[in-house]
Protein backbone atom coordinates (compact mmCIF):
# COMPACT_ATOMS: atom_id res chain seq x y z
CA UNK A 1 0.00 0.00 0.00
CA UNK A 2 1.69 3.63 -0.88
CA UNK A 3 0.41 6.47 0.37
CA UNK A 4 1.30 9.68 -1.69
CA UNK A 5 0.88 12.86 0.47
CA UNK A 6 1.14 16.06 -1.50
CA UNK A 7 3.29 18.96 0.15
CA UNK A 8 0.74 21.94 -0.36
CA UNK A 9 -1.92 20.68 0.97
CA UNK A 10 -0.14 19.28 4.01
CA UNK A 11 1.57 22.56 4.45
CA UNK A 12 -1.96 23.99 4.31
CA UNK A 13 -2.92 22.08 7.28
CA UNK A 14 -0.53 22.39 9.26
CA UNK A 15 -0.27 26.56 8.88
CA UNK A 16 -4.09 26.46 9.41
CA UNK A 17 -4.01 24.88 12.84
CA UNK A 18 -1.21 27.09 13.92
CA UNK A 19 -3.26 29.99 13.15
CA UNK A 20 -6.34 29.12 15.32
CA UNK A 21 -3.69 27.87 18.05
CA UNK A 22 -2.17 31.04 17.87
CA UNK A 23 -3.81 34.35 15.88
CA UNK A 24 -0.86 36.53 16.24
CA UNK A 25 1.33 33.86 14.00
CA UNK A 26 -0.85 34.63 11.12
CA UNK A 27 2.14 36.76 8.85
CA UNK A 28 4.40 34.78 9.90
CA UNK A 29 2.61 31.69 8.91
CA UNK A 30 1.38 32.94 5.62
CA UNK A 31 5.31 34.48 4.97
CA UNK A 32 6.36 31.46 5.05
CA UNK A 33 3.74 29.46 3.52
CA UNK A 34 4.59 31.78 0.21
CA UNK A 35 7.99 31.40 0.79
CA UNK A 36 7.66 27.39 0.29
CA UNK A 37 4.86 27.76 -2.17
CA UNK A 38 7.36 29.87 -4.11
CA UNK A 39 10.31 26.95 -3.36
CA UNK A 40 8.12 24.14 -4.74
CA UNK A 41 7.12 25.61 -8.03
CA UNK A 42 10.63 26.81 -8.51
CA UNK A 43 12.08 23.93 -8.04
CA UNK A 44 8.98 21.11 -9.16
CA UNK A 45 7.32 18.84 -6.85
CA UNK A 46 8.37 15.51 -8.60
CA UNK A 47 11.53 15.56 -5.70
CA UNK A 48 9.52 15.99 -3.02
CA UNK A 49 6.90 13.29 -2.71
CA UNK A 50 6.72 11.39 0.64
CA UNK A 51 5.92 7.56 0.52
Sequence with gaps: MNIHL????LISLVAGILILIMPKLLNFIVAV???IIGLVGLFGVGAMHLN
Excluded at 6 to 9: D, E, K, N, Q, V
Design 6 to 9: SLTP
Design 33 to 35: YLI
